[in-house]
């Protein structure tokens, strides 16, 4: 479990143009669940995302994952937490271009060092179970939107991160695409793994995939609805313990 408590972040503390960006949160964020934050435009979804992730420190507060105090880390172990813990997928996908696919899936096990063909071989391995095998060595800017979908989480798991942090995932995505993410977030649940994500669509609240819905506003929360069938659900999920 990701817990926080009374987190604040100021972007550009003590500056004019400070921005109170997440206001005073606490939340707890469960295991083996799919949870979707949404929110105005501005209401600090991105910013909680970047927190929950290492990516960012809390102006204030704490953040927990599981018994361990995060947002106290050096900066060295905070990187180590990201690395091992979460895998982003990231609004537009975010695909560095110029690069192979393939390249793109392995860059974020880069700085753990593993031997370079065991890394290939498990990136490959993700491709093709995400039915890339034929378009893994082809430059990032000339996958098709599904494609690049694709490659996007196959880059998320290729640490095998517990939690899975998607930002606007299905933003500007035709229906088809979003059922297909949508499938693909389905499978992540079975097989264990938490998820966040941020939306504004509809359609990704009202899967029914969803657990767990956290209103932001204007850096706060302002309803956690719990919409999925869980617990009794949860526990004849596959790859779920006991
Ligand atoms: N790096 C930054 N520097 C300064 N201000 C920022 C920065 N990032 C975000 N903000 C501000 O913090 C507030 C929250 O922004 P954030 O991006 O977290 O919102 P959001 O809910 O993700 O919005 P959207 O739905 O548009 O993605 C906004 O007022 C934004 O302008
Ligand atoms: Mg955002």
Redesign the pocket.
């Given at each position: 479990m990701i817990r926080l408590e009374r987190v604040t972040r100021i972007?550009?503390e003590g500056r004019p143009?400070a921005?109170t960006?997440v206001d005073d949160v606490s939340l707890e964020l469960p295991d083996r669940r799919v949870t979707v934050l949404r929110?105005?435009?501005?209401?600090?979804?991105?910013?909680?995302l970047t927190l929950v992730g290492c990516l960012a420190r809390p102006t204030r507060g704490r953040i927990w994952l599981d018994d361990e105090l995060i947002s106290a880390l050096p900066e060295r172990f905070m990187t180590e937490v990201r690395r091992r813990t979460f895998g982003f997928i990231f609004q537009r996908f975010n695909l560095v271009r110029g690069v192979s696919a393939l390249e793109n899936v392995m860059l974020p096990a880069y700085p753990a060092g593993e031997p370079h063909a065991a890394l290939k071989a498990r990136a490959q391995a993700l491709l093709e179970r995400f039915h890339l095998r034929d378009r893994m060595h082809e430059k990032a800017e000339l996958l098709s939107g599904g494609e690049a979908q694709r490659v996007a989480i196959a880059r998320a798991l290729i640490n095998d991160p517990a939690w899975i942090i998607a930002d606007?995932p299905t933003a500007s995505l035709d229906t088809s695409l979003v059922e297909r993410f949508l499938a693909e977030v389905r499978d992540l649940a079975k097989a264990g793994k938490s998820i966040i994500i941020?939306s504004?669509d509809p359609r990704v609240w009202q899967a029914d995939v969803v657990d767990r819905i956290v209103t932001?506003q204007d850096?706060r929360i302002v309803s956690v609805e719990d919409v999925g069938k869980a617990p009794a659900a949860a526990a004849g999920r596959e790859g779920s313990p006991p």
């Open positions: 972007h550009n143009n921005v960006a929110g105005p435009s501005g209401s600090g979804k991105t910013t909680l606007e941020t504004h932001m850096g």
